[in-house]
């Protein structure tokens, strides 16, 4: 019965801004840490960004000042900023949800091209 739902995702050009949002369900979403990962064709999934319970974040070096990644607990929404695009960043996005055990939304691509 959990459900974590990405929205958001699209084609953008070099340069530009794109908002991804999460919305989970099913979860108490004040006790789990949440995350964005990605994977480009080709290469496996890496981290993009987290956010803890408290709402601490940390962010992976290739998007350090670019994206911000943040969750909404009145609404229970997790969402993640970008900024400054790159088409190294294209790429199929997933939003995680963990505490005793870690839930997965389906993803949702987001292309950078020209």
């Known amino acids: 019965q959990v459900q974590l739902v990405e929205s958001g995702g699209g084609l953008v050009q070099p340069g530009g801004s794109l908002r991804l949002s999460c919305a989970a369900s099913?979860?108490?979403?004040?006790?789990?840490?949440m995350a964005w990962y990605r994977q480009a064709p080709g290469k496996q999934r890496e981290l993009v960004a987290t956010?803890?319970?408290?709402?601490?974040?940390n962010y992976a070096d290739l998007v350090k000042g670019r994206f911000t990644i943040s969750r909404d607990y009145v609404n229970n929404t997790l969402y993640l900023h970008m900024n400054s695009l790159k088409p190294e960043d294209t790429a199929v996005y997933y939003c995680?949800?963990?505490?005793?055990?870690?839930?997965w939304g389906q993803g949702t691509q987001v292309t950078v091209s020209s």
């Open positions: 099913g979860i108490i979403f004040t006790l789990y840490h």
């Open positions: 995680s949800a963990q505490n005793s055990r870690t839930y």
């Open positions: 956010i803890t319970s408290s709402g601490s974040t």
